[in-house]
């Protein structure tokens, strides 16, 4: 491999730039390109990839394939693929490539390199063996997920998450948290993966409207509704998965014989009566620590919160999960996607993290929201669906 200190600014001579923001975003690239970045010469993935040939394909995105590769010292690696063709698939390449050059966490993807040439711009990342947790745990015989991997599991991408929002070199908000885009090493290390649609954060703000990007069944409701992005999008979305993974079932598929709208709404009515280990996935039966799946499932309703301002951050999801289990402020009623929440009044003297103890019912105030009708700016444009997954995208 050639270290090249030219090749970000190569690489964005390669993408057209129309607005202020796009020339600003530019500006920031090359601010990067300043650093020294690994490149990979265009024939070393060829032979990498076996001219990328469909049996080295591990999936597709909106951006365009990714292969996996092994190299001639051994290491195995994931290559991204631009598709020509694809406007969002430059716009997510773009974005991942400037996010991730000075991101270092163990449990966030390893980007190795880069590579441009002519047409073609490929990222290059670190391979993960287990490849993603849905194809893991939303299968019928998930016996490898035990409740220590499961727990582990939560662990590692709180901190990931952490490291995201508070701990690396700016604020990045993920936007798009879910099971297929947590990867899974060999030694079940997971690892955040697709920062396509990752927003860098302005230090000086605590939240921004944005157009509306995500994957349906994660994405918390004020950000659905009006555009509204702040870490706590994140943290909901941290909150869905931790219950899937409790559960072992989709909240965008949630198909139980049950009085309930969704897996939160589900988890959230069990909880109010006692019953919230009723949600476990059966799976655990043998494995698991009914307290300490018991606090999951609370810190799980407690991040998925209608009210973003009752959820916790990550360093607190951190210090709890590293806790023994113990006692925790009331989770108020799961926001969501088409409900409106009534901000809830706290008394003199508590924290904006720190949830209520007891009749939190009357404090939230649920109702029906058409998104197809809704006048509010930030749903001024219907959503359509991403042809290449899940992602409601706003036109």
Known sequence: MIKSKSFFRNLIKSFKFSSGKERQNEDDLKKIAKREQKHFPFETLV?????????????????????RGTLDDGREIAVKKLSHSSNQGKREFENEAKLLARVQHRNVVNLLGYCAHGMEKL????????????????????????????????????RGLLYLHEDSHTCIIHRDIKASNILLDDKWVPKIADFGMARLFPEDR??????????????APEYVMRG??????????FGVLVLELISGQRNSSFNSNVD????????????????????????????????QVAMCIQIGLLCTQSDPQLRPDMRRVVVLLSKKPGSLEEPTRPGVPGSRHRRYRRPHGLSSTAGT??????????????????????LASPLKSDPHGKRPMQS
């Open 47 to 67: 032979a990498a990839t076996k001219d990328f040939h469909p049996q080295h394909k591990l999936g597709e995105g909106g951006f365009g394939p990714v292969y």
């Open 123 to 158: 990222l290059v990342y670190e391979y993960v063996t287990n490849e993603s947790l849905d194809k893991l745990l939303f299968k019928s015989n998930r016996k490898e997920l035990n409740w220590k991997r499961r727990y582990d599991i939560i662990m590692g991408i709180a």
């Open 206 to 219: 605590t939240h921004v409207s944005t157009r509306v990007a995500g994957t349906s069944g994660y994405m």
């Open 228 to 237: 509204h992005l702040s870490v706590k999008a994140d943290v909901f979305s």
């Open 260 to 291: 309930a709208q969704n897996l939160l709404d589900w988890a959230y009515k069990l909880y109010k009566k006692g019953k919230g280990l009723e949600i476990m996935d059966p799976a655990l039966a043998l494995s698991a620590a009914s307290e």
């Open 357 to 378: 103890s007891g009749g939190s019912d009357s404090r939230t105030s649920e109702s029906t929201f058409n998104t197809s009708t809704a006048s509010t700016s930030a």
